[in-house]
């Protein structure tokens, strides 16, 4: 089956509750499955320069690498992640970008906000400060949060969402607050699909139609079509909040003999499920699952505290964080 709609998450090594690094083997941990789309090498490559990491000396725009190009998306990013200086409100942001435009910054007159999914697809979760693959060759990346194109309308008109560079988190608020810009351009390449919100970039892949199915063979299951993926159709695994490790043994126990590939989701597995133009809970409309909780646990260690894990807030969609060690989330499975 071919993995599709999310990418993976940069995850390398699994750690227990205290946040020590164990065998990823047997643990049920992101590590150890690494699902998702595969980052290619080089994963990033300059304006002018080819895939072989060679600089095109005689491309029209090599000189001084003010654009990358990310092979994982299509997308193109300026290669100085600060281009504004100082921070913005929403709608300064969107006037910031629209100048570029105006002076064609770099060659180009197609800049943009990020929608969500765009900026997110920089995130790598083995990294901190900042959050970014390995070698990346972006300069002025600021350890705070930046803006992205999608508003937060479902929730309020006046909220947009953005995302934190310093270990990836993925909140809103008021578009009177003041973050950083990161313009994008370019179509991409189809591995990202659309967010659900209106307005945002015209280039994420459309969902299917349907996007959801109960699978006959197994009515406690639900496949989705958008990204292959299979989740039990009760989101609601234990019963009751959980401690992390009882998530994955909750999972271990759903296992069976004949059918041993169920398991925890990472934190991609569990944002692409998210419809952003819904909340309470942010789910597409025709979702089929019953038993929706607020917060549920992923696979993803965070790597700026391994004591804490990913999460995923679904009542808004957010993305967060949660300490192993304390009860508070949920648990829900997923196979493919």
Same mark, same amino acid.
């Given at each position: 089956m071919d993995i599709k709609g999310f990418l993976q998450t940069g995850q390398t090594t699994c750690h227990d509750t205290s946040g020590r690094t164990i065998d990823c083997v047997g643990s049920g941990q992101d590590a150890e499955f690494a699902r998702g789309i595969a980052w290619p090498a080089p994963r990033f490559v300059a304006e002018g320069q080819s895939s072989s990491g060679e600089l095109d000396i005689g491309g029209e725009r090599a000189a001084g690498?003010?654009?990358?190009?990310?092979?994982?998306?299509?997308?193109?990013?300026?290669?100085? /992640?600060?281009? &504004?200086?100082?921070?913005? %409100?929403?709608?300064?942001?969107?006037?910031?970008? @629209?100048?570029? $435009?105006?002076?064609?910054?770099?060659?180009?007159?197609?800049?943009?906000?990020?929608?969500?999914?765009?900026?997110?697809?920089?995130?790598?979760?083995?990294?901190?400060?900042?959050a970014l693959p390995l070698g990346h060759p972006f300069v002025n990346v600021f350890m705070g949060w930046y803006w992205s194109a999608t508003t937060a309308a479902a929730i309020d008109d006046a909220f947009a969402w953005y995302v934190h560079m310093e270990g990836g988190r993925t909140f809103y608020g008021a578009r009177s607050q003041y973050y950083l810009v990161w313009p994008v351009r370019g179509e991409g390449n189809g591995v990202l699909p659309a967010t659900g919100q209106k307005g945002d970039s015209p280039f994420g892949s459309k969902w299917p139609q349907p996007?959801?199915?109960?699978? /006959?063979?197994? &009515?406690?299951?639900?496949? %989705?079509?958008?990204?292959?993926?299979?989740?039990? @159709?009760?989101? $609601?695994?234990?019963?009751?909040?959980?401690?992390?490790?009882?998530?994955l043994d909750a999972v271990r126990k759903l296992n069976t003999r004949e059918d041993r590939t169920w398991r925890l989701p990472n934190i991609n597995e569990l944002e692409s499920l998210v419809d952003l133009s819904r909340h309470d809970p942010a789910l597409p409309e025709e979702h089929p699952f019953s038993e929706c909780q607020e917060v549920y646990w992923s696979s993803t260690t965070s790597m700026f505290e391994p004591d804490w894990a990913w999460a995923l807030y679904l009542n808004k969609g957010a993305v967060g964080v949660g300490r192993k060690g304390y009860a508070r989330f949920h648990a829900w499975a997923v196979k493919g």
């Open positions: 690498w003010e654009t990358i190009t990310d092979l994982l998306t299509g997308l193109c990013w300026t290669r100085d /992640a600060n281009p &504004g200086e100082f921070p913005m %409100d929403w709608a300064e942001a969107q006037e910031f970008v @629209s100048r570029m $435009n105006r002076d064609r910054a770099h060659g180009f007159d197609d800049w943009r906000l990020p929608d969500r999914r765009e900026l997110r697809s920089l995130i790598s979760h083995q990294t901190r400060n900042p996007r959801f199915e109960t699978l /006959a063979e197994a &009515g406690s299951a639900v496949r %989705d079509n958008l990204t292959g993926l299979t989740w039990q @159709s009760v989101a $609601n695994l234990a019963g009751e909040p959980v401690l992390w490790e009882k998530a």
